[in-house]
């Protein structure tokens, strides 16, 4: 089944937490911005930019002479985002697959931190269609998505207690790929690819309502959000016992996996 991800489920609630628990998007954020090279007085387009934090970041690497552009679908997170006043980071509503707001190459940098994977397979195209068009003769492109043949450790235990209770795991990541479709969609798109890389990443949370909390403002709303309220406290008590088997003195230890993704755009 094909999960229809919904940008109507957000709540100020939601955007809240996002912005004081997205604290793995951030930093591996951080990591994508600097495999990219992003330097001063340079041009950024920030595509599902959240809560804007990695926006702000990027706003001081490009300092005064450059610029960063920050744009979300979700209104209330870009809410969030304006009040990170800077003089060089504008911030808007707009949408991966739409950036007709923007003239052809006015962008040296484009970046897509943990959005692709929400996106399905015609908006991906869009979506990078449009970078390659509003990027420079030579400009970069970089994202993270999630990994179709290396998925996150936390999904099959997610799928079986949903299985075992005859449902099915919609509302998670739905539109993953794997590092040969990267490339694929990259070079269909217009881009010279540089490097596609799969990175794992440990995370721990004290407990399962840390790990519900994570995927719910994550989500925007969509995590389990097709069923009932009932069956979330039996998806919640079960998966409570299963992660118990992951618990560490650290807390209980997940591993995650990225598809980290840099290319170009040819040259004069």
Known sequence: MTTTIRLTLDTPELAQAYETGSHRQFNHGKLLIAALGVRRGQRVLDVGAGTGRLAAYVAEIVGSEGSVVAIDPLPLRVDIARQKTRDNLATAVGRAEDLSAFAAHSFDVVYLN?????????????????????????????????????????????????????????????????????????????????????????????????????????????????????????????????????????????????????????GN
Request: hydrophobic share 35%; glycine share 8%; aromatic share 4%.
């Open 114 to 266: 943990s959005v692709l994977h929400w996106l399905d397979e015609g908006q991906k195209e869009r979506a990078l269609s449009e970078a390659a068009r509003v990027l420079k003769p030579g400009g970069k492109i970089g994202f993270s998505t999630g990994s179709r043949e290396k998925p996150h450790q936390l999904d099959p235990i997610q799928r079986k207690v949903l299985a075992d209770l005859g449902k099915e795991a919609q509302g998670t990541i739905p539109h993953k790929l794997t590092v040969d479709e990267v490339r694929e969609l990259l070079q269909r798109t217009g881009f010279i690819v540089d490097t596609v890389e799969i990175r794992t990443f440990v995370d721990h949370a004290a407990d399962i309502d840390e790990i519900l909390r994570q995927s719910g403002s994550g989500s925007f709303g969509n995590h389990l959000s097709h069923l009932s309220l009932d069956e979330k406290r039996e998806v919640r008590a079960r998966l409570a016992k299963e992660l118990e088997a992951w618990r560490t003195p650290q807390g209980i230890r997940l591993e995650r996996n990225l598809i980290f993704a840099i290319a170009h755009t040819a």
